[in-house]
């Protein structure tokens, strides 16, 4: 392990953080000018400050080489994630907006995650500059403040992809350009375009429908969107705007941001067969549309239009595969089987590559394709049987790490839904609260669902979720690494 090549790479991260609080600060400071009841700054400055520290001191002794490997990459990936959302729950703590600590960290986990669980019973009457960060976290987790580091500090040389690859969505990760630092920088600069696009989009569009939008919603709607987070700065979600316009078109950056966003350079780079012959892409789509109509069939007696059946259908499918997790309808009110539709896309995801959560469909792809060449083997023990994928035989490496990931999600999940079975939720809140959290996803279904909250789980169920929260948002095994006694031994 070389501690000083993690240390000074976790310094790093943590002075842009503390730099990337000046954003709240100055949205508190207008607020605050412009008459409003705004957070007191010491709820930024503090954390900044803290942040600054940190990185500072982590950075006094330079080491004299930042060659690592995949161990360092998962240990500076586990330790950034939870360091940063400690120290990052200590605004909503130090303005008052959620007093408990466990609860701000609870927040605070599922933005920087990009899941949208939430302990909030009262979200808009709370300071805009407190609802800013809440949002900002989901934008900085969405793509990743690792792969940021990597795109804006020159020094992590040819091994950053180790980092890059520890923190990102997927089975595998894919250079766009031959460089990591020039690729995390394009796919950084695609995702700030498509968030400002769809600032635009809102704030030209819902004045063009009449139903005018206020520029700062249209700003965090964005970032959390652009993450596939779903915190809303209303109690009501999207649903509080009562605007087609606006439900519309957070629906198609939704499906958008569940979308690798390789194919977008391929797309950019006019490399239009790479894009649309990805399997993956083609059956993201395919799953979106099938579900979007088999509910709408579902759900079509309880409307008085077959065009708002279609709008909530499309907007709710999107919403959970893409593992955003605004809101727009109760689908706790909907029939059992398109409940249990949404629960299978909670368990799918987006795409790999993209902000959304999940399991992934490329994953859910090459397992049904495995299990085939097996019957296949079955039938000609003598047969050589391969599983492809995208024109190209997949090695049994990957094969293996994706059935070894599977396991350690299945085991994960049934430890954690044992754990919190003592506070007696129903089968269904508590698997769905678990679901919805190692998928980070947002809602689940009954107690958790998209009227309710988490505010009544205790404290040690919290941790739990906090902790499925972190290890969906990065994989698994970045956290799980953490408590291995081998991951600290130090290089001979």
């Known amino acids: 392990m070389n501690y000083k090549a993690v240390l000074s790479i976790l310094g790093?991260?943590?002075?842009?953080?503390?730099?990337?609080?000046?954003?709240?600060?100055?949205?508190?400071?207008?607020?605050?000018?412009?008459?409003f009841a705004e957070a007191s700054y010491t709820s930024f400055v503090i954390p900044m400050i803290i942040f600054i520290l940190t990185g500072l001191l982590l950075n006094i002794k330079k080491p004299k080489d930042?060659?690592?490997?995949?161990?360092?990459?998962?240990?500076?990936?586990?330790?950034?994630?939870?360091?940063?959302?400690?120290?990052?729950?200590?605004?909503?703590?130090?303005?008052?907006?959620?007093?408990?600590?466990?609860?701000?960290?609870?927040?605070?986990?599922?933005?920087?995650?990009?899941?949208?669980?939430?302990?909030?019973?009262?979200?808009?009457?709370?300071?805009?500059?407190?609802?800013?960060?809440?949002?900002?976290t989901q934008w900085i987790g969405g793509m990743g403040i690792l792969s940021f580091m990597i795109a804006v500090v020159p020094r992590a040389k040819s091994n950053s992809m180790l980092i890059m690859r520890a923190e990102a969505p997927g089975p595998s990760v894919g250079k766009v350009v031959s460089k990591t630092a020039d690729s995390a920088r394009i796919l950084y600069i695609i995702y700030i375009a498509m968030t400002v696009i769809?600032?635009?989009?809102?704030?030209?569009?819902?004045?063009?429908?009449?139903?005018?939008?206020?520029?700062?919603?249209?700003?965090?709607?964005?970032?959390?969107?652009?993450?596939?987070?779903?915190?809303?700065?209303?109690?009501?979600s999207i649903r509080g705007y009562n605007s087609a316009f606006t439900e519309w078109t957070i629906t198609i950056f939704m499906y958008l941001f569940g979308v690798n966003f390789n194919?977008?350079?391929?797309?950019?780079?006019?490399?239009?067969?790479?894009?649309?012959?990805?399997?993956?892409?083609?059956?993201?789509?395919?799953?979106?549309?099938?579900?979007?109509?088999?509910?709408?069939?579902?759900?079509?007696?309880?409307?008085?239009?077959?065009?708002?059946?279609?709008?909530?259908?499309?907007?709710?499918?999107?919403t959970i595969m893409s593992s955003t997790g605004f809101g727009t309808v109760d689908f706790n009110a909907w029939p059992t089987f398109s409940k249990i539709l949404l629960l299978i896309l909670m368990c799918i995801g987006g795409s790999a590559g993209s902000t959304g959560g999940g399991f992934k469909v490329i994953r859910v792809q090459l397992l049904f394709k495995q299990m085939l060449c097996n019957f296949r083997q079955l039938l000609r023990p003598h047969s050589v049987v391969n599983v492809r994928y995208n024109g190209k035989t997949l090695d049994k490496k990957m094969m293996g790490g994706i059935n070894s990931y599977l396991t350690v999600y299945i085991v994960i999940m049934i430890i954690s839904l044992i754990f919190i079975s003592f506070d007696n939720f129903s089968t269904s809140t508590s698997f769905s609260a678990v679901l919805t959290c190692l998928n980070n996803i947002g809602p689940g279904i009954e107690a958790v669902g998209p009227k309710e909250n988490f505010a009544n789980f205790s404290d040690f169920s919290k941790l739990v979720l906090i902790f499925d929260m972190l290890a969906g948002r990065l994989e698994l095994f970045p956290i799980l690494l953490l408590f291995s006694p081998n991951t600290w031994k130090k290089a001979k």
């Open 198 to 236: 769809e600032i635009a989009v809102l704030f030209v569009g819902t004045r063009i429908s009449g139903d005018n939008m206020r520029f700062y919603d249209c700003v965090v709607n964005s970032l959390t969107t652009a993450s596939t987070g779903g915190f809303s700065v209303l109690n009501d």
């Open 66 to 136: 930042y060659n690592i490997y995949a161990k360092e990459g998962f240990v500076i990936c586990g330790l950034g994630w939870i360091i940063m959302s400690i120290i990052g729950a200590l605004p909503f703590v130090i303005s008052g907006a959620i007093p408990n600590y466990i609860d701000a960290l609870f927040e605070t986990a599922s933005g920087f995650s990009t899941t949208g669980s939430s302990i909030l019973n009262e979200i808009h009457s709370l300071p805009k500059s407190i609802l800013f960060w809440r949002s900002f």
């Open 263 to 318: 194919l977008y350079f391929f797309i950019l780079t006019k490399r239009w067969r790479d894009a649309f012959k990805d399997e993956e892409f083609r059956a993201y789509t395919l799953i979106n549309v099938i579900c979007v109509v088999l509910i709408t069939l579902n759900i079509f007696s309880m409307y008085d239009s077959i065009f708002l059946a279609v709008r909530d259908s499309f907007f709710t499918v999107n």
């Open 12 to 35: 790093r991260i943590f002075i842009i953080l503390g730099a990337l609080m000046l954003v709240p600060l100055a949205i508190a400071v207008y607020y605050t000018l412009n008459g």
